[in-house]
């Protein structure tokens, strides 16, 4: 694969833009692989890529059921950011946030990542001192945070409803400066491009409809192209873990819902960050194309069907309006809904399988796409060494029944309230 | 945008987004805004003197999360108050047999 450079665009401009390549290649399934990922979306494709680069192992076959950058990757808000609070997600995301950071050069490939800052907003005393304890966490643990007061965060973003009779008044705001925004196409390309110029085949249209079994240990898939051996099968189908679960025998801490995310009419540039409010719940960023994208509860029922209903529509723009009374008359563009995997604490699953040659990727919740680089190095690490790294080691089934819960929201096993 | 008669299609017409339209026995058809969700209602509680950690472990964590007909609960709460049960295609969201939960007539077949 050739690399793209300055450069190459210099002399590709100069010859008519003929010599560039396809990303990846499209590869027939061979029968047999050391290592066969399930879901071609960003998670699957980053553990086929350090499994790659890291521990090369790159005898390796990622299963996509449509094509890729049709799923959950192309379905989220596209904001990154790593402040979490308790142990086992603080270093988890902030692996991720530096790995963000590189991911542009690592990868040869502009994933346009951004890091405009995000302003969680509070608007209580109880806010401020929940903040509080939060940002002294993650600085404790060399994470980026700062606790803005009111007048700070009017200075920065005087466009958001400081008046005396706002609904939600505005007290002051956590702060994290490196989190932003990345583009969530370019990420699942620029994984699929180098993971395949590491020798990974890409096979879409290839759904999984059950596991090979030999000695009550999965040695394969079969698919909708053939049987496919692998010593070693990992998923990372967020959405659909528990069918994949169910057909290896699997019953998981796992309901599927659907989370929408909406994109507004283009404006002119004015949000140059990202708002986001964890008591009213909503999120909001400005796209380099100039549409604001929203999103914010789930749709709150089970579904597996990938739209959403309108009570969260009328609620995430009535939420927005009230932070920021000039988007009142915003008109939405496009609107759409992704299948997440609601765990029953709210963090996610990078296991070993109580089934041998089984590994789970999975149970993302909201926070999937942040989490893509750290999930695919510490996925990849776990089925390369067949231990947990340190940072994934405590997203493992068994934590419910330790009560080694990850509940960083505290609402307990009811996973459409995380 | 798909218009027909001249007239654009609202997001529900071209099926992209929907409200659901719950068949309360008590009260008739009402919009899901009306109703609080209650989850799965398949998982069946253990016995209150059942000392098995790991029947309580399934019970409270696991679910069966089908993509297809699913048992649920739904409190009617600003209607009549009652908690149904009702089956819903979590593929479709098409409505199959609704009852009072109280009843506990109702199993995810249809």
């Known amino acids: ?418 | 945008m798909k218009k027909v008669w001249g007239r654009s299609l609202t997001l529900i017409e071209q099926g992209y987004c929907e409200m659901l339209r719950i068949n309360c026995p008590v009260c008739g058809p009402r919009d899901e805004t009306e109703f609080a969700y209650g989850g799965d209602a398949s998982n069946e509680r253990p016995d209150f003197l059942e000392t098995d950690e790991q029947a309580w472990h399934d019970f409270v964590y696991l679910r069966n999360n089908p993509a297809g007909v699913h048992l649920e609960y739904w409190h009617h709460i600003v209607g009549c108050r009652h908690w149904l049960i009702v089956q819903r295609n979590t593929l479709t969201h098409e409505f199959g047999q609704i009852a009072l939960a109280r009843d506990k007539t109702l199993s995810p077949q249809e």
């Open chain 1, 1 to 418: 694969m050739k690399r793209y450079s300055a450069f190459r665009v210099f002399i590709e401009g100069l010859t008519g833009h003929e010599g560039w390549q396809a990303l990846w290649r499209n590869p027939e399934p061979k029968p047999t692989y050391d290592v066969i990922i399930v879901g071609g979306g960003g998670h699957g494709l980053a553990t086929a890529y350090y499994l790659a680069k890291e521990h090369g192992i790159r005898n390796v076959a990622v299963l996509e059921k449509g094509w890729i950058g049709g799923g959950n990757t192309g379905r989220n808000t596209t904001i990154i950011r790593s402040n979490y609070m308790l142990p086992g997600n603080t270093m988890f995301y902030e692996r991720s946030m530096k790995l963000w950071e590189q991911l542009s050069y690592d990868l040869n490939y502009n994933v346009m990542v951004s890091q405009r800052g995000q302003f969680n907003l509070l608007h209580s005393r109880t806010g401020i001192d929940a903040a509080r304890r939060r940002g002294n966490i993650m600085r404790s643990n060399g994470i980026d945070a700062d606790l803005l007061s009111r007048d700070e965060v009017q200075r920065r973003l005087p466009y958001l409803d400081f008046s005396d009779n706002a609904r939600f008044p505005i007290e002051g705001a956590l702060y994290q400066s490196r989190a932003g925004t990345a583009r969530h196409d370019a990420v699942t390309w620029g994984y699929a491009r180098a993971a395949d110029t590491l020798g990974v085949d890409i096979i879409q249209n290839c759904e999984v409809t059950g596991f090979i079994f030999r000695d009550n240990a999965i040695v394969g898939v079969e698919t909708t192209r053939g049987l496919i051996r692998a010593e070693k099968v990992g998923t990372a189908v967020a959405g659909n873990t528990s069918c994949l679960g169910a057909m290896a025998g699997l019953r998981l801490p796992i309901e599927t819902h659907a989370i929408q995310a909406f994109v507004s009419e283009p404006l002119k540039p004015f949000i140059d960050t990202v708002i986001s409010s964890g008591e009213v719940h909503v999120y909001i960023s400005q796209s380099d194309k100039g549409g604001l994208v929203l999103g914010s509860d789930l749709d709150g029922y089970n579904s597996y069907a990938q739209r959403g209903g309108l009570p969260v529509f009328e609620n995430t723009l009535a939420r927005a309006a009230c932070l920021i009374p000039g988007l009142s008359r915003l008109r939405i563009l496009r609107q759409w809904a992704g299948l997440v995997d609601m765990t029953m604490d709210g963090s996610p699953i990078i296991c070993k399988s109580p089934i041998d040659g089984l590994y789970l990727n999975g149970g993302w919740n909201y926070g999937g796409f942040k989490a893509t680089p750290a999930s695919g190095w510490c996925f990849a690490w776990t089925l390369a060494k067949d231990e947990p790294h340190e940072d994934n080691a405590r997203f493992t089934l068994d934590r419910f029944r330790r009560g080694a819960q990850i509940d960083e929201k505290g609402m307990g096993p009811v996973p459409y309230a995380h």
